[in-house]
């Protein structure tokens, strides 16, 4: 017997491709998919943008935000959900890091990152021989329990995700964080519905493709071998 697949509530601003703002709000399947769209940044972090730190749930489509090669590009696409980290059944904790707890200035002071959150901090077992370029990695795979600490909060919380015009790492506080991207054929061997819904959630875009190439490489996951 087919378990019926759990729904919430995701919440969309962005640029359609005619230019026109869209604000809308729709159900759809409480899975990584759909959630990893919608849960990288906690309510208040400060993203910069050429206007100054701007937090996350204030920033609106055309915002200019500061990417980490220094320059500057809009701001298409904004979701957000909200998120119990402890509800029995379905733990998401959030990631915690201290002032420099990646080296100094990185970051600025604490923040808190949701369960997708990727920062551009390739992890120690990766460096060198073959891995000679910067990598995106997990927040929560830099856990250490000290400096970086999960923490699972028993109430809702608001997370948030953007998207750029293309897929790109931004200034947070000193660290640099990836911006949303499914990652590469993600959605190639989907349902088709499932992938009509989940595209529906990003009028600024057509289909996969439109998200474009990765602007860095990312870290295989702690759980994942590495090729």
Not at 168 to 194: C, D, K, Q
Request: aromatic share 8%; net charge negative.
């Amino acid at each position: 017997m087919q378990t019926d697949i759990l729904h919430r509530s995701y919440e969309v601003v962005a640029t359609r491709l005619d230019g026109s703002v869209f604000i809308g709000q729709d159900r759809a399947p409480a899975i990584p998919l759909f959630e990893n769209a919608f849960s990288a940044f906690a309510h208040g972090t400060a993203i910069q943008t050429d206007k100054g730190d701007i937090a996350v749930e204030d920033l609106q489509p055309g915002d200019m935000i500061i990417k980490s090669n220094g320059k500057a590009a809009p701001l298409v696409w904004i979701g957000s959900s909200n998120f119990v980290p402890a509800e029995s059944g379905k733990r998401v904790p959030l990631v915690r890091t201290m002032a420099d707890s990646l080296g100094q200035g990185r970051p600025l002071g604490f923040l808190t990152f949701g369960p997708s959150a990727r920062i551009l901090h390739t992890p120690s077992r990766l460096r060198g021989g073959i891995h000679n370029q910067q990598m995106l990695t997990l927040m929560r795979d830099l856990v250490d329990g000290v400096n970086i600490i999960e923490i699972t909060p028993p109430t809702p919380v608001r997370l948030y995700h953007i998207c750029l015009q293309k897929h790109a790492a931004i200034n947070v506080s000193g660290i640099e964080v990836e911006t949303f991207h499914p990652g590469l054929n993600t959605l190639r061997h989907l349902p088709i519905h499932l992938r009509d819904k989940f595209l529906g959630l990003f009028p600024h875009i057509e289909r996969e493709e439109d998200f474009g190439p990765l602007a860095f490489p990312r870290a295989p996951e702690t759980f994942d071998q590495p090729a």
